[in-house]
């Protein structure tokens, strides 16, 4: 796709409240992403790309933006490396019209 | 918190609130957990609503709800690069009242039907996550927050927690979701003024438009995409199933396809201009009638999007959602009356109502639907592109004899997908829709 977008200008339109220094979705263990997973889809798949493809291999997420869909946990079924669950009560996503 | 409920209700979308609703107009004691800051604040949908769903728990919902536009001409577009051939219903029938849909904006509607549950007398609690189920055995004994001190207990416990269902997947009454089965959807909220909205498509004040479009807007993934009218906003978005988004070789974002949506020649004069104020996400289970999972068990039942209820050739989910939540609710009350325990055996009447009603009924009619679709792409690309094509064909004039542009259009149809392949494809979608 030839298209750069932006998905950060999209998400600053958003209302988040969010629980600092308590991410609700982790990778379960990082070296599996980095070294048995090809393809990587968390890092194109994600709507608020949150996962990240670094030039070392490595996959980093950032679940600040998180619109809590799921997707990434659901697309991970070769390695279900993905830890996922929901915020604490009243945190993530504020969805002002949803 | 030691206190026991009749009933506690896991989320604050239509089936939770439909549920809820139900059982506290009856008198019983129950329990709404939500973990938005406020009912709608986690909540995505398109947004449709179908009145008779909701008519059929609160009748004359539409006094005070926060309707944005009723529909009254749905339009099915199917696309390619720079065209698109349409078709367009419209009827003045749906120019009545009491109308038959309206577009919605769920964080508003999903308030104002929490304000109805309140006032029917149950209590809810907000910004609290249910981490777990509480069993005892077999059997669902309550639900344990993040926060009140932890554990609450009730006689049935109706989860109503969203498609990813964690609850019931931790609880291990069904498995992970598949890619195949669910579709990912971006969309966003798009400001101008009403009259504005009003003469890009053609309707007056309080009428509304949709449009459903297939074609290259999805790059050959199953998926459409969609515009929505609301009062001073437009809604625009695209879904496709996640095994596609993953499996696609471009790699393409979702929020790509949306903003390739939005510049389509066809779509990018009917939203110029709109103030872009919120981007969601959102799954949508499509799996269909073989995707639905265990219903019902000794203290719990499911309903909603945690169920799988949503009939994707129609478009329509939140009807099934809040016939579920009703449906469950009813389940309770009936089986209170008679004083039996809601174990799995007395719960059991939940399915044989669902089974009874549209829900099922539709889910079974295009239980194949899913199947057919995702193996037979051809579908969303090739169809589109050929209609496209066909019409872009017969319309130009240029010269060349109507005799001979039929005779390309034919061609270029069998050179697609072979007579063969015409007939296969119109057989699969009959099989799939019978």
Not at chain 1, 62 to 76: K, N, Q
Not at chain 2, 175 to 185: I, S
Not at chain 2, 340 to 366: C, H, I, P, Q, R
Not at chain 2, 385 to 409: H, M, N, P, W, Y
Request: include cysteine; hydrophobic fraction near 40%; aromatic fraction near 8%.
């Amino acid at each position: 796709m030839s298209t750069v977008v932006n998905v950060e200008e999209k998400l600053f339109q958003n209302r988040y409240k969010v629980d600092h220094g308590r991410p609700h979705i982790s990778i379960k263990k990082p070296e599996i992403c980095a070294n048995d997973c090809q393809s990587q889809q968390c890092t194109y798949v994600c709507p608020a790309a949150c996962y990240k493809a670094e030039g070392n291999g490595s996959v980093t997420l950032i679940t600040d933006g998180c619109l809590e869909c799921g997707s990434c946990r659901v697309i991970c079924t070769e390695h279900t490396n993905v830890a996922w669950e929901y915020p604490r009560g009243g945190h993530g996503i504020l969805f002002k019209f949803g | 918190m030691a206190e026991k409920f009749d009933a506690i209700v896991v989320g604050a979308g239509p089936s939770g609130n439909a549920a809820t609703y139900t059982l506290a107009k009856a008198g019983l004691k129950v329990l709404q957990i939500e973990r938005g800051e406020y009912p709608g604040s986690k909540n995505v949908q398109g947004a449709i609503l179908y009145s008779d769903a909701l008519e059929k728990i609160i009748p004359d919902f539409r006094d005070d709800a926060p309707l944005e536009r009723h529909i009254i001409e749905q339009r099915m577009w199917m696309l390619d690069e720079r065209s698109f051939v349409g078709t367009h219903f419209r009827s003045d029938d749906y120019n009545k009242p009491p109308y038959n849909r309206y577009t919605i904006i769920r964080a508003q509607f999903d308030k104002w039907f929490s304000s109805k549950v309140r006032e029917a007398g149950a209590l809810l609690i907000c910004e609290t996550t249910v981490e777990q189920l509480l069993m005892d055995d077999n059997k669902v004994v309550g639900v344990r927050c993040d926060r009140m001190g932890g554990d609450v207990f009730a006689d049935v416990v109706i989860l109503a927690d969203g498609v990813n269902s964690t609850l019931a997947r931790k609880a291990g009454f069904h498995g992970e979701l598949q890619p195949k089965n669910v579709a990912l959807a971006v969309k966003e909220i798009l400001f101008m003024p009403e009259e504005v909205i009003q003469a890009r498509f053609n309707i007056g004040e309080e009428e509304g438009v949709v449009i459903e479009m297939m074609g290259s807007v999805t790059e050959g993934m199953v998926g459409t995409g969609f515009l929505y009218t609301n009062k001073d906003s437009l809604t625009i978005g695209v879904g496709c199933l996640l095994s596609d988004f993953k499996a696609n070789p471009k790699k393409t974002t979702p929020y790509a396809l949306l903003e390739k949506l939005k510049k389509h020649p066809s779509i990018a004069p009917l939203i110029e201009g709109g103030e872009m104020k919120e981007y969601c996400a959102h799954l949508i289970p499509e799996g269909g009638y073989n995707a639905v999972p265990q219903l019902f068990g000794d203290g719990w039942m499911i309903a909603g999007d945690s169920a799988g209820f949503v009939n994707a050739a129609h478009r329509e989910g939140s009807n099934l959602a809040m016939t579920s939540g009703r449906l469950a609710a009813e389940t309770v009350i009936a089986a209170k009356a008679a004083g039996k325990e809601l174990n799995a055996k007395t719960l059991s009447a939940y399915k044989a109502a669902l089974d009874g009603s549209f829900v099922m009924k539709d889910l079974k009619k295009y239980r194949h639907l899913p199947d057919v679709l995702e193996t037979s792409p051809q579908f969303f690309t090739t169809y589109p592109e050929l209609v496209t094509r066909a019409a872009q064909t017969l319309f130009t004039v240029d010269g060349v004899d109507k005799a001979s542009k039929q005779r390309e259009i034919m061609g270029s149809f069998k050179s697609a997908r072979k007579l063969t392949g015409l007939v296969g494809d119109a057989f699969k979608l009959w099989r799939a829709t019978r």
